[in-house]
């Protein structure tokens, strides 16, 4: 499964070929991935210039100067070729006018693909539910200490709640472990501030870790 390095690589490099450009085509060669891939999906693309790119953990918005976003998530295997030929299991095909070719190949179609407003990509259902990105500026010890507050699992436990801070499950920090006195245990609405303290540093380092393994 591509995890959090490997999306914003691929974001980065989407981000370098497609920005500022046009798409002339786009075909959509099948709509029925992880969900019903939306009514007009690839017509919306024809004509519109990409403006740039957001990453929301492990989802790829492309924004577009029609307003609309293209939500991209690559779910267990999928991959995104840039100006590569045709390839089995590309089901989105997609050409620019400076003659980019950009292929989203999915084999187990656990990948996504949807629209939505550039103005309300944080409404969007699958990315409504996330916490703040770890190296955004609003995420901080306050923020994650209210988010915490009142909360009865151990610390360790909630910190696995992408809805309290979007990092990747497998890479979420143990705070407890890096400040001296506290418990991985202890619940995590405790009020204990090294809580907060350490899930904001921890976050933030093991987040730009990952962001930069592999540039």
């Given amino acids: 499964m591509p995890e ?3 999306v914003e690589t691929v974001m980065r490099g989407l981000d370098a070929r497609l ?3 046009r798409i002339q085509a786009a075909t959509l060669h099948r709509a029925d991935l992880r969900w019903p891939v939306p009514a007009g999906f690839a017509a919306a693309l024809i004509g519109a210039r990409v403006l740039g790119f957001r990453r ?3 989802y790829i918005l492309i924004r577009l100067d029609s307003g609309l976003s293209v939500l991209v998530h690559l779910g267990m295997s999928g991959r995104m070729l840039i100006d590569s030929p045709p390839a089995l299991h590309e089901h989105l095909t997609i050409t620019t006018d400076d003659g980019a070719r950009i292929g989203f190949v999915d084999p187990r179609r656990f990948g996504a ?4 407003a550039t103005n ?3 409404s969007h259902k699958h990315l409504a539910m996330l916490g703040p990105e770890p190296l955004g500026n609003e995420f901080s010890a306050p923020v994650l200490g209210a988010a915490l507050a009142g909360r009865a699992t151990p610390i360790k436990a909630a910190l696995l709640d992408q809805r309290i801070i979007a990092v990747p499950r497998w890479y979420q920090p ?5 400040q001296p006195g506290a418990r991985t ?3 995590a609405g405790s009020g204990d ?4 303290d350490g899930g904001h540093r921890g976050g933030r380092v093991i987040a730009a870790r990952l962001c930069t393994a592999q540039r």
Avoid: F, N
């Fill in 4 to 6: 959090l390095p490997e």
């Fill in 19 to 21: 920005t500022g450009r």
């Fill in 56 to 58: 929301r953990a492990k």
């Fill in 113 to 116: 693909l949807d629209l939505v």
């Fill in 120 to 122: 309300a990509e944080d």
């Fill in 174 to 178: 143990a705070p407890s472990r890096r």
């Fill in 185 to 187: 245990g202890r619940a």
């Fill in 193 to 196: 501030p090294r809580h907060a």
